[in-house]
């Protein structure tokens, strides 16, 4: 895609939200991960548009990604959410992951919340908890901002030092640390997948210093931070990575345990939300 289409159509996507939604657009949005749909139970749904009506959103296919976009609030705070995201693996693509995060810009979203399910690396970090993202390894090989940069949107070579927002993280300890609900800081490592990674490999992750792994949330990280949305990032760690434990891994599993780390999940990010959405006005 050239970036003139890439424009034309974040141009398209936001018009086709807006037109949807009658009061202002919420500042913050929250991307669900695998097995975290549950959480938008939660939400008291406002405006609902399944992706397949927004131009240049991708209709997920992996279990557990619905496809739909809603702007709704939790525990009183307004929140734009994505339910459902493209993975590499899937084979098609990161054009859609520029497209749906430039959308969120045009339409004036200034943090981004991204949650995952992802394997702990890490003994003292058990499965069903959650992890705040203090940083990333992207293992991909790929990249979303390859491609002819839009300097309208962000510089050639985006500086990454903070891509995950120190001080937003900050904000969400001080709301589990209120609630009582564990939250480890941990730096996420991205595998392409679909496979669930050798021992080996997870061998070779530790020694790199990651604590959790998984197969999404770098791309959106990215493009979030070349066009300037700060980022939180919160992993429900849905099982030991592989090696670890004696169990193989399996999908089913991983949709099991997000489960239970998403109702921690739930109540985290209500009240988290709610910090957030006083701390920037
Ligand atoms: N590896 C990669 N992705 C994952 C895992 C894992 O162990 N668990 C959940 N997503």
Known sequence: MTLEDIRKIVKDAAKAIRDRHSGPMPRIAVQLGSGLAGVAKAVKTTTELSYSEI???PKPSVEGHAGLLLIGEIGGTEV??????????EGRGLDSVLIMIRTLKALGIEALVLTNAAGS???????????????????TGT????GPNDDA????????????????????HTAA????????DGVYIM????NFETPAEIRAFRTLGADAVGMSTVPECLVANHCGIRVVGISSLTNLAAGLSDVPLTHEETMREGKIAGENLVVVLSDFLKRLDRSSR
């Open 177 to 184: 640390d209120d609630i009582g609900i564990e939250l480890n």
């Open 55 to 57: 131009p240049g959103f």
């Open 80 to 89: 734009l959410w994505l339910q459902g995201r493209v993975h590499f693996y």
């Open 153 to 172: 949107v962000g510089p050639r070579f985006p500086d990454m030092t903070e891509a995950y927002d120190r001080r937003l993280r900050k904000l969400l």
């Open 121 to 139: 690396l890490n003994p003292g970090m058990a499965p069903g908890g959650l992890m705040a993202i203090s940083d990333h390894i992207n293992l």
């Open 143 to 146: 990249n979303p901002l390859i």
């Open 191 to 194: 595998a392409k997948g679909p």
